[in-house]
């Protein structure tokens, strides 16, 4: 027991201190965004913020009339939703069909699914933007779909592994009350896997919200921007960085994401290990 004890405390120091590397960038942009612009280039990160060098709320300000700020974060909120929205109605559908058809060909589209996890961006990131550019997927409207193929190899693994836990003696009632099978995955089998739904949800989100890559390839950038790809417009002359307003930026970037993963955490937890136990 002693023993146990101390292999304890030492795992709790070790994850207190790993916590902190994690925490500590956004500790300090956050208090970057609060210094006058002079203070950030001239001192380091770890100054605190006091009365000489603090620029109040004016990088805020800054920010949101720079660049078209909000114009970049409506872009980057009906990107986000319409992508999760959508890779999480067609993928739980799919991972459903695949798990009860239970034939050659849903084996096949599933193992398919599972490979394109592994698939490096890098690979079809040329041809991708020229296809893009040449279907008109180049809008924020549209780039939802490219999303939506990217992100299925996780969303039907994990929804998959979900629906293999469900028993199916629950939807063969629905069928014998008069449930068509559109009924029954959404007044049945949807409400079941509320816990994946959301942890799924959670993550999509993240990528979508911060992805930078994609939508830079993608977009008409004339016309269209997200938030990642405004943060590096934040540049005055002569490659001058404004780093008050860009911290300013990322600050207002980072806290719906991250209000949304703690009010929601546990549900990651719970909707992984229910994908898991069958997987």
Not at 107 to 113: D, H, K, P, T, V
Not at 156 to 179: H, S
Request: glycine residues 6%.
């Amino acid at each position: 027991m002693k023993r146990e004890k101390i292999i304890n405390r030492v795992l709790a120091v070790f994850f207190t201190i790993l916590s902190l590397a994690w925490i500590y960038p956004m500790v300090m942009i956050l208090m970057n965004s609060f210094k006058q612009e002079t203070t950030i280039t001239t001192s380091t990160a770890f100054d605190l913020v006091t009365s000489e060098n603090s620029a109040g709320f004016a990088n805020y300000i800054a920010a949101l009339e720079k660049q078209g700020f909000l114009a970049a974060f409506g872009y980057s909120l009906v990107i986000t939703v319409t992508s999760v929205v959508l890779i999480l109605v067609c993928c739980s559908m799919c991972a459903w069909f695949i798990v009860r058809v239970k034939d050659r060909m849903s084996n096949i589209l599933y193992y398919l699914f599972v490979f394109s996890m592994v698939v490096p961006f890098q690979m079809l990131m040329f041809t991708l933007s020229n296809m893009a550019n040449t279907l008109g997927f180049n809008t924020p409207f549209n780039i939802c779909f490219i999303y939506l193929g990217f992100g299925a190899g996780l969303a039907v693994f994990m929804f998959a592994g979900f629906v293999k836990t469900i028993p199916l003696e629950i939807e063969e009632a629905a069928t014998i009350d008069g449930c068509n099978p559109l009924q029954t995955f959404f007044h049945v089998v949807l409400p079941i896997m509320k816990p994946t739904y959301i942890s799924v949800g959670i993550l999509e989100t993240m990528w979508v919200w911060n992805d930078y890559l994609l939508p830079y390839l993608v977009l008409d950038r004339t016309k269209y921007q997200t938030i990642p790809i405004l943060i590096q417009y934040f540049r005055g002359g002569y490659g001058h960085v404004e780093m008050g307003p860009m911290f300013a930026c990322i600050m207002m970037v980072i806290i719906p994401i991250v209000i949304m993963y703690l009010l929601c955490q546990r549900y990651i937890i719970n909707g992984v290990i229910s994908g898991a136990v069958k997987g």
